[in-house]
DNA sequence: GTCTATACTCTGATAGAC
DNA sequence: GTCTATCAGAGTATAGAC
């Protein structure tokens, strides 16, 4: 009897369907994967199902064989990315030095944004729209999460460790200087031209800026 | 013959209709107020010419009768707006001190976006779609504004009136900041709690940011 | 599991009366 | 100039054969 496969092992307390195939498993990546690519370039009520089946190299009715409905793709979506989209923030270690601490933090939220520009552009698209499905989302986890860590920030400053700051806007500027690499990939193109990774010089720019700003 | 009225006076080279009547001014108005307002929230595909119309107080027809298309709404929008678009960063001022200069430039971009937070989220919709509607004007009128003024940037960093700095970087950090208060507001607003004005201690913070990146 | 055909709804746009 | 009625097309979702 072969150890590795435990018996119909799913996950419990999960509301994904039970245990699936291996063409079921790969079918619906395939899905995810083509819908992440149209929803994040064209938005919720954008999007279409023709474009998302023609992506992923299926009929429209086989789609809505794996999911029941486009609003559930797109949860799917919101869902598998909200798991990594507080990791980097999670990982930022009160017992650390400052400066590193937050430096590292903001190279990992660039990293993420390099890697994953359309997760970014995903998630840029629903804010947008008053983030009708991440309410929920934000006013808890991340909320919690963030004035967790503001917190901490706030101590770091209070004794010094780094120049006084408010720990709130900094965590924003953070978000908002290296999501904007990948949300506004479109215009960055444009300005410099074609033949340019968009990221070009931002790691630098923003190990500077932070290192200065953060200076006791 | 009475002189004030040139005969069929229309901007030469300009496509708009001829002369319009007080009512037609006003309901024009109301048009595009109202379709700034839809678009903005949901993006061109997911604004609907229904809501736009209830929100004006006009009927869909009705609202055809002053704008050809739904696209023509949106490109007068477009229009009015990118006007307005370049010019806190056309007011930049060679001539001046650099750092007063690039500081008033980041507050008039913050106060743009605490004044016009729809235009702001129209722009960032755009952008974040691939910019199809405003890849002309990018690519010609925005490059050439924004190349002409890094060079500005430039020389004083190279004569050490400012800290060396990618120039590209300092404009592209610059939007990133003062964008994200507007665009990002129901984020913003969900994490601090209700009872915000989500601009609260930007001015300050964003002040305190670039007076430390600039210093020499 | 996958496809063709199709039902039904939403939405952009037009016709025509007033 | 403004409205009611309506068309035509797109788009989500389902039925049912294979």
């Known amino acids: 009897?072969?150890?590795?496969?435990?018996?119909?092992?799913?996950?419990?307390?999960?509301?994904?369907k039970p245990a699936r195939s291996r063409i079921q498993q790969r079918n619906r990546q395939r899905i995810l994967d083509a819908a992440l690519e149209v929803?994040?370039?064209?938005?919720?009520r954008g999007a279409t199902l023709d474009q998302i089946a023609a992506e992923a190299g299926l009929s429209k009715p086989n789609l809505l064989y794996y999911f029941d409905s486009k609003e559930t793709v797109h949860r799917a979506l919101l869902t598998r990315l909200l798991d990594d989209w507080l990791a980097p923030l999670r990982k930022l270690d009160p017992s650390g030095a400052p400066d590193v601490e937050i430096l590292s933090y903001m190279h990992r939220k660039l990293e993420?944004?390099?890697?994953y520009p359309r997760e970014s552009r995903l998630f840029a698209n629903e804010i947008l729209q008053g983030a009708p499905r991440l309410e929920?989302?934000?006013s808890t986890e991340l909320r919690a999460l963030v004035d967790e860590k503001a917190s901490v920030i706030a101590a770091w400053a209070r004794a010094g460790r780094i120049a006084p700051i408010d720990p709130h806007h900094l965590i924003f500027s953070i978000w908002a200087l290296t999501q904007h690499y990948a949300d506004f990939t479109a215009q960055i193109d444009m300005i410099r031209g074609p033949g340019h990774d968009p990221f070009e010089g931002a790691g630098a720019f923003l190990d500077h800026l932070y290192k200065r700003l953060l200076a006791p």
């Open 39 to 44: 929803f994040s370039n064209h938005g919720f």
């Open 112 to 115: 993420m944004s390099r890697a």
């Open 1 to 16: 009897m072969p150890a590795p496969r435990p018996p119909s092992a799913e996950k419990p307390g999960t509301l994904a």
């Open 136 to 138: 929920g989302f934000i």
